[in-house]
């Protein structure tokens, strides 16, 4: 049996919103996470991304999970780094293949590691073929990923198309946590030219004036991460992005 209740909950979202955002909270950087996760949903975020690029211990995750859960109603979907970011009360798992890395652990060793677990705990996965632009972040350096330059889109179109034709619903353009830019309108505009199914951007979207490039170039869902974390005034940017994106 295929499980499809997030992912028909997702293209829902689209078809209500035009263009959605996720919020990434990463487990590691967050003292009151299910606080910052109820606070986002009250602001328009369509779900909730729990995970990060380096390592951490499992049953603190699942603790995490739970506890986020139990005071919001919108998906928690992982976005796991390793085969410990699998947590069994998650909603759904963007099961990722970091198609640029140069280790092939990152193209399915993880992934064959970790897919007895998906389904032991029938977690939703969702294919996403993950794609790294730039170099010099966390996801970079730990996926040991070939980074795809900033001005390269031709790169870009032919690693999602190759996406594509894997079978992968979902891609993710990733400039990285805490990037200094954001992935380009450019890259993001040619890419949508070819690839057909739902594109993820995230990395470096610092307010509503990036988000809106991005969305308008061709994006689906924009993943908000680093702004939630160091940014004080970060409920009223956030707000701004989700607005932004839905005129």
């Known amino acids: 049996m295929i499980l499809s209740r997030v992912e028909n909950y997702i293209n829902d979202e689209l078809k209500r919103h035009k263009k959605i955002c996720f919020a990434l ?7 009151d996470i299910a606080g910052v996760a109820k606070k986002v949903e009250s602001l328009g975020a369509s779900a909730i991304l729990v995970g990060g690029s380096s390592a951490i ?3 603190d995750l699942d603790k995490l999970v739970i506890s986020i859960k139990s005071i919001i109603s919108i998906p928690v979907i992982l976005f796991p780094g390793n085969v410990t970011g699998v947590s069994p009360n998650a909603d759904a798992i963007l099961f990722t293949s970091l198609l640029n890395s140069e280790d092939p652990y990152f193209i399915s060793g993880a992934q064959a590691l970790g897919a007895l677990l998906v389904k032991k705990y029938n977690i939703e996965p969702l294919p996403t073929g993950y794609i790294i632009i730039g170099d010099n972040t966390t996801a970079w ?3 040991r990923a070939k980074g795809i330059p900033f001005e390269k889109s031709n790169i870009a179109v032919m690693y999602s198309l190759a996406a594509q034709y894997l079978g992968m619903r979902f891609v993710y353009l990733e400039a990285g946590s805490g990037a200094k830019k954001n992935v380009s309108a450019e890259m993001i505009s040619n890419v949508r030219k070819y690839y057909d199914g ?10 509503s004036s990036i988000a809106k490039e991005l969305a308008e170039a061709g994006a689906d869902i924009l993943v908000v991460g680093t702004l939630l974390e160091r940014d004080p005034d970060w409920e009223k940017k956030f707000n701004d992005i989700i607005l932004a994106i839905r005129s």
């Not at 909270?25 to 003292?31: G, V």
């Not at 739902?198 to 307010?207: C, E, F, T, W, Y």
């Open 141 to 143: 350096f730990i996926g």
């Open 198 to 207: 739902l594109l993820i951007v995230g990395g470096g979207i610092k307010n």
């Open 57 to 59: 211990d499992q049953l």
């Open 25 to 31: 909270l990463d487990s590691e950087n967050f003292e």
